[in-house]
């Protein structure tokens, strides 16, 4: 197998936070693993065990360090060349410090694909009071920050702000007791008024609704919004409906498209004028069960073209 490139996942955590199963969860998905073998570097045992005939099953190699020291550029390059895995996952033991990462150097064709941070619910507050620093450090590096085991009277919405302010650019997500994942982003966490009898969209907010209104259809439901965007034709809509949308650069120059919402209404499309749309939201459910909200046209008034040619995505 060619390998240019070895990703390598980072998951970090206190003991019990859920790391093995993350790690689990990972090993078993070809989208990451390449097909290919992977290793996985343990840095701490806890109660969850990796099964072995997932392990064989998944071409994995489970390497266990159980010091601080254990962890280094020598060991990790004799594993390349013995291994030469397609994939490494890193179950990160947070008391070893995440600093200690930064001096270590990878072997050529690794390098950082993802960094987790995971987190129990039931010690989060514990932690956060007596352990902030170790808890947070990898944090304010992660790309995911998961927080599980939480129950229902958790103040999530508190503690995504804490970790917003930590890390601005991650994404954070609470695993419930029952198994349902959810962002925990409340009404109130949103910069716009949801109790406003028009909520005003601003510009840099589109991307944002855009989102949330994804995640969170039933909480537009019956409101009305007031936002600028264009209208798009479509050729499967019938007459008297366009998709109300804006450009968003999903991921690079090559992959422009319009990102909005059905909308039903008699402005007549033409993908290029910027308009103010007066609007209420509606759930709609499709006969596959898939649930989205769709505008309903109240008005329409020209507007000045927006700052930014693009949509810009923002995490609450």
Same mark, same amino acid.
């Given at each position: 197998m060619r390998r240019d490139f070895v990703p390598v996942y980072l998951i970090t955590g206190f003991l019990e936070s859920g790391k093995t199963t993350l790690a689990t969860s990972i090993l078993e998905n070809d989208r990451y693993t390449n097909g290919g073998k992977v290793l996985v570097l343990c840095c701490e045992e806890g109660e969850t065990e %990796?099964?072995?005939k997932k392990l064989k099953e998944?071409?994995? @190699? +489970?390497?266990n360090l159980e010091e601080p020291e254990d962890l280094n550029t020598q060991r990790l390059a004799q594993l390349e060349k013995e291994i030469r895995p397609s994939c490494v996952i890193m179950e990160y033991n947070n008391m070893w410090g995440i600093e200690r990462l930064g001096e270590l150097r990878l072997p050529?064709? =690794?390098? =950082?694909?993802q960094i987790v941070t995971a987190a129990d619910g039931s010690t989060f507050e514990n932690y956060m009071t007596n352990m902030r620093k170790l808890l947070t450090d990898p944090m304010k590096e992660a790309d995911l920050i998961i927080i599980n085991r939480c129950g229902e009277s958790f103040n999530k919405s508190s503690?995504? $702000? *804490? +970790?917003?302010? +930590?890390?601005?650019?991650?994404?954070i997500l609470f695993e419930n007791t029952d198994g349902s994942v959810e962002d925990g982003i409340r009404d109130e966490d949103l910069p716009y008024d949801m109790k406003a009898d028009i909520i005003d969209i601003s510009e840099d907010q589109f991307g944002l609704m855009y989102l949330d209104s994804m995640d969170h259809p039933e909480r537009y *439901?019956? $409101? @009305?919004?007031r936002i600028v965007g264009q209208a798009f034709a479509r050729r499967s809509f019938p007459d008297g409906? %366009?998709?109300f949308a804006r450009n968003a650069m999903t991921c690079c120059s090559n992959d422009i498209q319009p990102c909005g919402w059905v909308c039903k209404g008699e402005r007549k499309p033409d993908g290029r004028t910027y308009f103010t749309l007066t609007a209420r939201c509606e759930v709609v459910t499709s006969p596959e069960g898939q649930t989205a909200l769709m505008l309903h046209e109240l008005k329409t008034e020209r507007a $000045?073209?927006?700052h930014d040619d693009y949509v810009s995505f923002v995490n609450l």
């Open positions: %990796y099964d072995e998944h071409r994995c @190699t +489970l390497v050529v064709a =690794w390098d =950082w694909a503690w995504r $702000k *804490q +970790l917003r302010a +930590l890390n601005p650019g991650a994404t *439901q019956d $409101k @009305t919004i409906f %366009y998709f $000045k073209t927006p």
